[in-house]
Every structure is written in C-alpha cells, then in structure tokens.
C-alpha cells in the first residue's frame, strides 16, 4: 500500500510511514454461543465485496478432492445478498454455509474449530483475519498477494487467487498433510506475537509528532 501511495500521489518514501494493526488477545476456552456449526468446514471472514474474489474461492469449492464444507462469515448488505443468490444459482448449498452478522464470541468459535482459514483477496490492505485466524491454532491459505507475503511470510501457503485450479490444489494439500497442518499452525502461532497495539499506537503516535515538528 506505501508503494501505491507512493507511485499515485509521487510521494518521497520519507512522506509514508507504515504500522502494522495486531489481534485481540483472547482466550481459547470459549463457549460455543448459538447453533454450533458441523464440523469439519473451511472458513472464509470478512466482506464480500468483488476484490475479496469470493467467487472464485466458492468455484473452487467443486474442484476439491475431498468435498469439503466452507462456512462464509460477513456482514449484511447488498453484496452479501447477491453471493447468497450465486450460491442457491451455482448449487453450491451443500458445501457453503453463509453465517451473517454473528458476535464476536461465536466467531471466535468459527475460527477456533475450522479445519482451515482460506483468504482469497485480489487486494487488502492489512489481513487481519488471517491473524486471527493464527491466534486461534487454525492454518491459513492465502492469496499470494503482496500484502499477504509481507504480513503473514511463511506461516500461510499461498494460491494463485486468479486460477481456480490453483486454490483448489493448495486447500487440498493442506487438508492431506498432517504435518503441513501443524507446522502452519506453529508458525503461525508464533507470527501474532510479533504485532501489538500498542506498538501501533506508538509508532502512530510517533508520526503525528514528527509531523507536528515540521
């Protein structure tokens, strides 16, 4: 994102700071709120705007060897309503389950009790629920955007988000190796505590000090 700030707006690389936003700590011992989900499933959090690529993660669903669910989590809007009418029209109800407007207790539980995180953005500017999902034990598979190599380095095994092939492959090969599973999940462990938002506050406040100075 600095990058495309800085080729759009043809800033100085001095002229852009970045900070990096972190997870909630929280505990592992929760409380399933609600109708509990069956297991076992993949999960995808977030919106469901066009670049979230959501589409294709859904197509892809079909190309697995192993026919597996995937529960999709978002919020409600007009985008939201249109991917409910992709999936009854591509018969994809067997294998999604759209889950909207949930607390943030059950979506904690969501993560906690995924099989895998799958993250198929074209663009994002951060990836949290990739975090998230780390935080909670679960691995992650992800576009090979920029952003998330940046972020998430070698705790998430990455697709080519453009090739439904692709992303069918990378989930079916995670799903086939235990131990491809479990090394993602220490990496990934690891990974979270290397963000805090206190040293974003920190380094945020830092700039607006520095800007005051000039």
Same mark, same amino acid.
């Given at each position: 994102?600095?990058?495309?700030?800085?080729?759009?707006?043809?800033?100085?690389?001095?002229?852009?700071?970045?900070?990096?936003?972190?997870?909630?700590?929280?505990?592992?011992?929760?409380?399933?709120? !609600? /109708? @509990? %989900?069956?297991?076992?499933?993949?999960?995808?959090?977030?919106?469901? #705007?066009?670049?979230?690529?959501? =589409?294709?993660?859904?197509?892809?669903?079909?190309?697995?060897?192993?026919?597996?669910?995937?529960?999709?989590?978002?919020?409600?809007?007009?985008?939201?309503?249109?991917?409910?009418?992709?999936?009854?029209?591509?018969?994809?109800?067997?294998?999604?389950?759209?889950?909207?407007?949930?607390?943030?207790?059950?979506?904690?539980?969501?993560?906690?009790?995924?099989?895998?995180?799958?993250?198929?953005?074209?663009?994002?500017?951060?990836?949290?629920?990739?975090?998230?999902?780390?935080?909670? !034990? /679960? @691995? %992650?598979?992800?576009?090979?955007?920029?952003?998330?190599?940046?972020? #998430?380095?070698?705790?998430?095994? =990455?697709?080519?988000?453009?090739?439904?092939?692709?992303?069918?492959?990378?989930?079916?090969?995670?799903?086939?190796?235990?131990?491809?599973?479990?090394?993602?999940?220490?990496?990934?462990?690891?990974?979270?505590?290397?963000?805090?938002?206190?040293?974003?506050?920190?380094?945020?406040?830092?700039?607006?000090?520095?800007?005051?100075?000039?």
């Amino acid at each position: 994102v600095k990058e495309e700030l800085m080729k759009r707006f043809k800033l100085t690389n001095d002229k852009v700071e970045v900070t990096y936003e972190a997870t909630y700590p929280n505990s592992r011992n929760i409380t399933v709120i !609600g /109708t @509990p %989900v069956k297991e076992p499933y993949l999960l995808y959090v977030g919106n469901l #705007y066009p670049h979230k690529n959501v =589409y294709r993660m859904a197509k892809a669903l079909k190309l697995l060897k192993s026919k597996t669910r995937m529960v999709v989590a978002s919020s409600r809007n007009a985008f939201s309503t249109k991917f409910e009418n992709f999936v009854k029209k591509e018969k994809l109800n067997e294998l999604i389950e759209i889950k909207i407007g949930i607390s943030d207790q059950e979506l904690s539980v969501l993560y906690k009790n995924a099989t895998l995180f799958v993250f198929p953005s074209l663009s994002e500017g951060f990836g949290l629920p990739g975090l998230e999902a780390m935080q909670q !034990g /679960t @691995p %992650v598979v992800c576009s090979d955007t920029p952003v998330f190599k940046e972020i #998430y380095k070698d705790a998430a095994l =990455y697709f080519d988000p453009k090739d439904e092939k692709d992303i069918a492959a990378k989930i079916d090969e995670i799903l086939a190796s235990e131990k491809i599973k479990k090394d993602l999940i220490a990496r990934g462990s690891k990974l979270v505590k290397q963000f805090s938002w206190s040293k974003m506050a920190e380094e945020t406040l830092k700039v607006y000090e520095d800007s005051a100075r000039v």
